[in-house]
């Protein structure tokens, strides 16, 4: 009896994708930065920028100059080439637990001359280590609890005074989450809607605060 075929959430969920690496080149437009890139099987929307990260894409404000920035779940990295385009002087962490998926992004980087772009597993971004600027289409369906989890990882990562943007499907529930993350975050944050567009919301998260410059100290 053959083994039944995975369904394409399981091998973009999967770390190691057991269908064929066949490479595909395409050309896309960033925030205005055309770029080339290549896509495999086992990743995340592998034909085309999909609408949500379109959304995010769109709507998004400017990034700062400088910083740390992360992307947060990055597929062949859509949103991670275009924080290093907006952003050259900043520094662009992308993460994924796919490896194919690192492994697109990382050449995707290369391809488009993005220097400051770092990829590879949680394990590899520094500990300790915090964001000015988080972006995400968070992976939904792995489920609530491990949503969850994922996200109270890195949004306490936000440095003072940061800010996330998530994009989340409304009929997936993108509102409720709003409300679990304002109160499992806590008083030192804000959580809202920054933008709706195509059955989409745009969830802003702010760290609120500044760091007093030369002492590592949080004001509030």
Known sequence: MSAQPKTP?????????????????MEVTLRGHEVQVETSNGVFSQHRVDLGTSVLLRHAPMPPDHGDFLDLGCGWGALTLALAKESPEATVHAVDVN?????????????NHCANVHVGE??????GLEFELIWSNPPIRIGKEALHALLLEWLPRLAADGHAYLVVQRNLGSDSLMTWLAGALGDGYTVGK??????????????????????GMTIR
Do not use: C
Not at 9 to 25: G, H, I, L
Not at 122 to 127: E, K, T
């Open 9 to 25: 959430n399981q091998q973009y969920f999967t770390a190691s994708p057991d269908s064929r690496d066949v490479r595909k080149r």
């Open 99 to 111: 490896e194919r998926a690192i492994e697109l992004t990382e050449r995707n980087a290369e391809l």
């Open 122 to 127: 949680a394990a590899d971004v520094p500990a």
């Open 194 to 215: 920054y933008a709706s567009s195509k059955g989409y919301r745009v969830i802003e998260v702010h760290r609120l605060g500044w760091a007093m410059p030369g002492t």
